[in-house]
């Protein structure tokens, strides 16, 4: 069982939707960052939150340390937010090593 | 201000092999981990060093190994290549967590190792 769980693992949108990726991890955490990902390999790092929630122009990150759970959204999406969307925690458990999520491949069609 | 830079960008090598791939992290930072990503996979970590030491390290073999120079560049080399080694391999570099607490992660583009 991976330490950290995404869903969806596709995503498709039309342009100006509203996106939300979903990460829920089982370990104890320092941390969870938000990554993107483009073609090529490149990874941004989008966020970084160990409680609440932030914003960064039309994208928007949550996170609930209770329910283990964090959520990224993408307001009026558009075609240059296509990207694979990483989640990433550091434990606060083990060494503080990072586990990563598989990612979200989205996709939004003009 | 250079952000993390990686070489070679692509790597073709033969299973059985050795290979060398180089790091040098962001300025300012002194963390340098390194991480494999398999085609449609997340990152794995595989090591991280702080101070020219190995701090930390993944589920990955004896078979990687790393290093770290006084200006905080470092180096990943992974002997007797598999062709499960064929990946793209990412370095990341933040500032000390033991300082620092979390930091952001500043990636590099990664180099494309192929095993053949």
């Known amino acids: 069982k991976n330490e950290v769980e995404q869903s969806p693992q596709n995503l498709t949108a039309q342009e100006g939707e509203f996106i939300t990726i979903n990460c829920s991890y089982s370990v104890g955490i320092s941390a969870l960052h938000w990554l993107q990902q483009h073609p090529g390999g490149g990874i941004v790092s989008l966020f970084m939150l160990s409680s609440g929630k932030k914003k960064h122009g039309r994208l928007i990150a949550t996170i609930n340390i209770q329910e283990k759970h964090s959520s990224l959204h993408i307001t009026a999406s558009h075609p240059r937010d296509s990207a694979v969307y990483i989640c990433?925690?550091?434990?606060?458990?083990?060494?503080?090593?990072?586990?990563f999520g598989t990612g979200t491949s989205l996709t939004v069609i003009p | 201000d250079a952000g993390v830079t990686q070489s070679p960008t692509h790597l073709i090598k033969t299973r059985g092999q050795q290979v060398t791939l180089r790091c040098s992290p962001k300025?300012?930072?002194?963390?340098v981990s390194w991480y494999q990503q398999a085609l449609g996979q997340g990152p794995q970590f595989i090591f991280q060093?702080?101070?020219?030491?190995?701090?930390q390290r993944g589920n990955f073999p004896d078979r990687f190994s790393g290093h770290q120079f006084p200006n905080y560049s470092s180096e990943l080399n992974v002997n007797a290549l598999l062709l499960g080694d064929s990946a793209l391999y990412l370095c990341?570099?933040?500032?000390?967590?033991?300082?620092?607490?979390?930091?952001?992660?500043?990636f590099g583009n990664g180099t494309r190792l192929t095993v053949t």
């Open positions: 990433a925690v550091r434990s606060g458990q083990t060494g503080n090593q990072f586990y």
């Open positions: 300025s300012g930072h002194d963390t």
């Open positions: 990341a570099s933040s500032l000390a967590a033991v300082f620092f607490g979390d930091s952001p992660l500043h």
């Open positions: 060093y702080y101070e020219e030491e190995e701090r």
